[in-house]
């Protein structure tokens, strides 16, 4: 039979995913990354949830494809149908950074220290590291995955504590040693130029005007760092 085939970005994840670990993967949609687990035997157990019907047929679909059928599926919204007991590695993947915010700040005992969070947000990147450092989680890795053109941040957290500057927030906690860490700062500064000359434009907004001038700054100086970082 052949081999189901991760995309980059979930395949970052799946390695990630520590050798027989008891899994949830909350908003699973298809159910690639638990399936792919399974047929690897890198898990001994694997919860596959989704807040909606649809995401979680074509997920058991998924799961009947590849004979896969120890998986255990839930419906329901984060973390509220996965009990701390039955998960040591949680994936939250492809969902929007202050929505994975909400999912754990809904279920604190994520931060107990015993769980290994893996979390990729697709946007807002910057508000879940906030959430991170102000929560006390801690970045333990971080690093960029390349799909289709489009820079992916994948890290890896624990409870913890952490002290992020303005410029890791919205960098990356830990790229330093990424080979695409000053390409993805590089992406974010254009667009935050872009916001700024708009503003600029517009004649208006003074304080957020402000407020983006300083995260350039920073992103600046982060970008400095990572070239000294990498001897550049
Ligand atoms: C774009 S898909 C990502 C699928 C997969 N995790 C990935 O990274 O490729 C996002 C999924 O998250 C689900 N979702 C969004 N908010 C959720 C929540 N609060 N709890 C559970 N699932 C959620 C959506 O229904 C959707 O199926």
Redesign the pocket.
Known sequence: MRDLELTPR?QLLADWVPHGARLA?????HA??PVWLCLHGRVVSAIA????EG?LARARETGRTWGTESIVYRLG??LAVVSPEEADTIVI???GGE?IAA?LAQASWTADGTHTLLL?PQTRAEVLRGFLADNGYAIRREALAEDRGILYPVMEVRGGKMFLTLGQRHGGAALLQDPLGERYIIEKIIRLQSAVAGINRSGGGREKGDELREILTALLSQREEWRCANGL
């Not at 949830?49 to 909606?52: I, S, V, W």
């Open positions: 979930l993967d909350v908003g699973t949609d690639y990354l949830c989704d807040l909606r995401p919204n984060g993947a492809g969902m929505n999912i990729q």
